[in-house]
């Protein structure tokens, strides 16, 4: 018998859910539910689409939900919400309001008996393990995080809200010098600047003036004054040639001291280059669809983390598989 | 009340433990437990020392008994003998034998009611988690591990058993155009002598063959036939100067695809870079005591791998801390 899996809410994350469950053999895509009229949305695996209305009435033909909806207005109502009739999983991803959204989630799920996974993903998520377990190993140290080289959709967006933009993609990229001062031990304290340049890929609307863009872009409180910042006009062919895609990545480093007299450094360094963020991060939200099915066959429920979940909850394998094939 | 750590085998490893826990608010250090004469090991921290036909005799004094011995010999007979009495952590390494390691520990472990922490380390260890984790993520990919630059003790010592041959130190080094193809996502078929290089630096005996024992080392089934070794002959005293360290560490990646027809290409890779192979094995299996007590007291029991345990029991921190800090 295979998990269920059902998506709630079809976009880039939902697609990428779709992906991920087709490369899962002990997985099914249930259904897809939508907030647009069901019979607009086409979906590539051919499953079933139904208004996010109807979602109740499946209640009996899913074992976890998938939350595929934004950090900002989505999740911190469906998440609690869909956790008093489902297993859910999601990807919120507002850092600073996640102790709030887990009493909010934690409260629907122990009283519903369900697992709710909250911000899954790989920042949170993959990154946030990798902060964990560095920390809980190397006890005298530093950490250090570093995203990109890739796209970001916020910044981007902010771009595009400056006068005279048509569209434009913004790159996130770490700095280089600032990532050897890390490898080598050097401890350095990074400011902002320090630790990430800014890219920006711009289509001006005709006969706008560039040199005003760029100078809004530069100067833009938090999106990129505090950055330095680079801004590339290119005509929007250039645009749909060039940086169609949604690319991303990063790193997590911690290092840290050990011996008597601390004379030992020591560099743990994970780090991703995803060519395609939303699939990447829809993939590790699938592995944890797996860990929230089994922990509630278990028995258990509440609000989970990442944190939480022991690693083979989320393999396919078997754990005599595991060790002998993994360990 | 502090978590009481004792350690049986007071060698390098042992000695790094005895440095992990001293870094370790929660925890204090016991005893030390040795088969040599007690009176004769001078220990960092000034804590006891007993000899090991006296542990049982300290049984209400320690709460995770670190298991410091070899996996040749001392390993499969401690662990499963001491879970008897103890909750234990062991470096269990012998990859092969692990699934016969693992039921011995689980019986007694199950039978006694304690925690039984094996091959724990960095690989096995914190590298078994990374394959799983990015197993678990990309389900469509391949997996690579390279180990070094580092010291291997075991080349090391196959050196020293060249008739000829004062002392020896053999560092393994992962060969650079792999680690490119396979961050490329050129998903290379590696054989044994395109991921791994051996450097030797090797004191002669005085009067010894040079050309003889390069020769002998070179062709050395196994250890260094199936491999591109370069060998140099050195002085003691440089051999003292220079390599007198035990450094480790390694790679492991895992790179996949997505997308519904596979047409984004994604990169996992987590490295270590370590001054003391010993220090941070200790490091690491410190805090997976700290889990072993942790599960222990919340009843759990039985032999466990890094696979089965939650990564919040890793950590020093309460769970609302590590939400609002490293999540």
Redesign the interface.
């Known amino acids: 018998m295979k998990i269920r899996v059902a998506i709630m809410g079809y976009g880039n994350l939902g697609?990428?859910i779709?992906?991920?469950v087709?490369?899962?053999d002990d997985m099914e895509l249930a259904a897809v539910f939508t907030r647009r009229a069901p019979e607009s949305v086409k979906v590539?695996s051919g499953a079933a689409v139904y208004h996010a209305d109807s979602l109740l009435e499946m209640r009996d033909k899913i074992d976890v939900l998938m939350l595929c909806g934004g950090s900002a207005t989505d999740l911190p109502v469906q998440t609690a919400e869909y956790a008093k009739y489902f297993n859910v999983v999601d990807s919120f991803d507002t850092?600073a309001k996640?102790?709030e959204h887990?009493a909010r989630v934690d409260q629907a799920a122990s009283e519903s008996g369900h697992v709710a996974m909250i911000?899954v993903g790989w920042d949170?998520g993959?990154f946030?393990?990798?902060?964990?377990?560095a920390?809980?190993?190397?006890?005298?140290g530093s950490d250090y995080t570093f995203w990109g080289k890739g796209v970001s959709q916020g910044h981007s967006d902010a771009i595009r809200r400056v006068s005279g933009v048509r569209d434009a993609k913004q790159y996130t990229i770490p700095v280089e010098a600032a990532l050897t001062a890390v490898?080598n031990c050097e401890n350095p304290t990074l400011t902002t600047r320090q630790k990430h340049t800014r890219e920006c890929f711009v289509v001006a609307e005709e006969g706008a003036d560039k040199a005003r863009i760029e100078q809004e872009i530069k100067t833009m409180p938090d999106y990129f004054a505090d950055y330095d910042t680079t801004v590339h006009f290119i005509t929007e062919e250039e645009l749909q040639r060039d940086h169609a895609g949604i690319p991303h990545g990063g790193l997590v480093l911690r290092t840290g001291k050990?011996?008597?007299n601390k004379?030992?450094?020591?560099?743990?360094?994970?780090?991703?280059?995803?060519?395609?963020n939303p699939?990447?991060t829809?993939?590790?939200l699938t592995?944890y669809a797996?860990a929230a099915y089994r922990m509630k066959q278990e028995g258990m429920k509440g609000c989970k983390?990442?944190?939480?979940?022991?690693?083979?909850y989320?393999?396919?394998m078997t754990?005599?598989e595991?060790?002998?094939r993994?360990?």
Chains 1, 2 share one sequence.
């Open positions: 697609r990428g779709e992906c991920a087709s490369q899962n590539m850092h996640i102790p887990f911000s949170p993959m946030s393990l990798n902060r964990l377990y920390n809980a190993v190397l006890r005298d490898r050990t011996g008597w004379e030992h450094d020591h560099v743990i360094e994970y780090s991703l280059k995803l060519d395609s699939e990447f829809a993939c590790v592995a797996r983390t990442v944190f939480d979940v022991a690693p083979a989320l393999s396919p754990a005599e595991m060790r002998s993994l360990l």
